[in-house]
């Protein structure tokens, strides 16, 4: 299967901002997935194979940007005026497809995540 490796979290201050990585071997349509103590894996932001669409949910839009880099390997999900109901562990998938969802089961492999912890 396809690897996936998140990096980039840690401990920042509410307002403070972050940007995780996701590494992969190839080009993938990549989705960014987060979880909280006690509560649902939830949707944050997802970007097409080709970097050409994107979706966010609508509890980071306009603080979160999803991207990828100049190879189109890694994606990136740079996070600002972060505050503490940001914390969670953060979660990179791929899909074979090219096309980017905010559906967690269309989505074939995971990374092993990464956390962020945003302190009052």
């Known amino acids: 299967q396809v690897p996936l490796v998140e990096s980039g979290g840690g401990l920042v201050q509410a307002g403070g901002s972050l940007r995780l990585s996701c590494a992969a071997s190839?080009?993938?349509?990549t989705g960014w997935f987060r979880q909280a103590p006690g509560k649902e894996r939830e949707f944050v932001a997802a970007i097409s194979r080709g970097g050409c669409t994107t979706y966010y949910a609508d509890s980071v839009k306009g603080r979160f940007t999803i991207s990828r880099d100049n190879a189109k390997n890694t994606v990136f999900l740079q996070m600002s005026s972060l505050n503490p109901e940001d914390t969670a562990a953060y979660y990179c998938?791929?899909?074979?497809?090219?096309?980017?969802?905010?559906?967690?089961?269309?989505?074939?492999?995971w990374g092993q995540g990464t956390q962020v912890t945003v302190s009052s």
């Open positions: 998938a791929a899909r074979a497809n090219p096309n980017p969802t905010t559906r967690e089961v269309l989505y074939d492999y």
């Open positions: 190839g080009r993938y349509a």
